[in-house]
């Protein structure tokens, strides 16, 4: 039915644009008269600083706009289920500006405003940068703050590490208990679609041909063939099992036999094997730096008095399990007396017997 209202429609269409185009001229050029007028009325609407739209003349203003904004933020904070991960946010911002204050880290009003011109300048100048706080509802003081914070957060962190270096046994110790964490290969490959074409690539390359023109010439890997088939380094989880188990037991610059994956055949070529601490002395600094910056946040949350729903919660659940455990104990305790005086009773009633 659909289908048949679609022509008629725009049978319709044409011939009224037809029956439009017969009007004498004196029609015409009324419409266009008038519609030169609504033009001309439109044009002269302009919308205020406290004005974000005009609707027949009624205006909708900036503050029914962020009205609506904070709604619908709240609605979709709501849908997501951010109430919790907000108030670990902000639990985590006052444990920290507290412990900023305790051990007298100071984050300077000139920091801050430095730091404000910088936003400045790359929101593109003042006016750009003001209109983003009004189209995102957020007060020049609010922005301030969320400015003082980060600075907070940074100058907090660079006293922590200033104050818990990261040692060399530290280092090597996380090497030798992570090392195939650490192992890397830096590989070229050359992908073609059947096994002929890639033994027959593999007997030019052990008579001397150059790996990385043929990888131009051949590999369906666009990507890295323009590179002459270089992969870069990776480490092991980060290619497909084949290809990972063939790279990992190669030799730098050995060459493998065709290797199928789902992807085709690869032949692979070992540029270098990156598993020493030297090359890996870097990562493992960093990673030794973020996790005791962590395990220091967590301590600061542990040894402070924090309530919120979620601890209420969990201190909730944990005094029903101690509830039930209680309950259950006083069962057994029940249910043994009750064993106790049944064997009683048996032994008496044999005596009487007896």
């Not at 011939?15 to 004498?24: E, I, K, P, Y």
């Not at 960093?286 to 996790?291: A, G, L, R």
């Amino acid at each position: 039915m659909k289908n048949k209202i679609i022509p008629v429609m725009l049978m319709a269409s044409l011939l009224f644009a037809g029956c439009s185009s017969n009007n004498n001229s004196d029609k015409a050029d009324t419409n266009k008269t008038e519609q030169t007028a609504q033009a001309d009325k439109k044009s002269s609407e302009k919308l205020d600083d406290k004005t974000v739209a005009i609707v027949d003349g009624e205006k909708i203003s900036k503050d029914d706009y962020k009205s609506e904004l904070s709604f619908y933020a709240s609605m979709l904070a709501s849908q997501q289920q951010l109430k919790n991960s907000i108030v670990t946010m902000m639990v985590q911002d006052k444990l920290i500006a507290n412990d900023i204050k305790k051990n007298d880290i100071k984050v300077d009003d000139k920091e801050v405003e430095d730091a404000l011109m910088q936003s400045v300048q790359n929101f593109g100048g003042q006016e750009n940068f003001d209109k983003t706080l009004d189209d995102y509802n957020m007060e020049l003081d609010k922005f301030k703050e969320t400015l003082k914070k980060d600075l907070m957060y940074k100058k907090h962190r660079e006293w922590f590490d200033e104050n818990n270096k990261v040692t060399d046994d530290e280092i090597k110790k996380y090497f030798e208990d992570n090392k195939d964490e650490f192992a890397k290969v830096d590989a070229s490959h050359i992908l073609v679609e059947d096994e002929q074409t890639a033994n027959d690539i593999k007997a030019r390359l052990d008579n001397g041909e150059d790996f990385a023109s043929l990888a131009k010439e051949y590999s369906k890997d666009t990507a890295s063939a323009q590179n002459g088939g270089a992969l870069g380094a990776f480490a092991k989880g980060q290619m497909v099992k084949e290809f990972e188990d063939a790279a990992f037991s190669m030799k730098e610059g050995e060459i493998s036999a065709p290797v199928k994956s789902q992807f085709g055949y690869h032949i692979i070529k070992v540029n270098s094997i990156k598993d020493s601490f030297e090359d890996s002395k870097e990562e493992i600094t960093k990673k030794i730096k973020d996790q005791k910056y962590a395990d220091y946040i967590k301590k600061l949350h542990e040894e402070s008095n924090v309530v919120t729903d979620q601890t209420t919660d969990e201190a909730t659940d944990e005094d029903n399990k101690e509830s039930e455990t209680e309950i259950k104990t006083e069962d057994n305790k029940a249910e043994s007396n009750d064993q106790d005086a049944k064997e009683n009773n048996d032994e008496e009633s044999k005596g009487d017997n007896k």
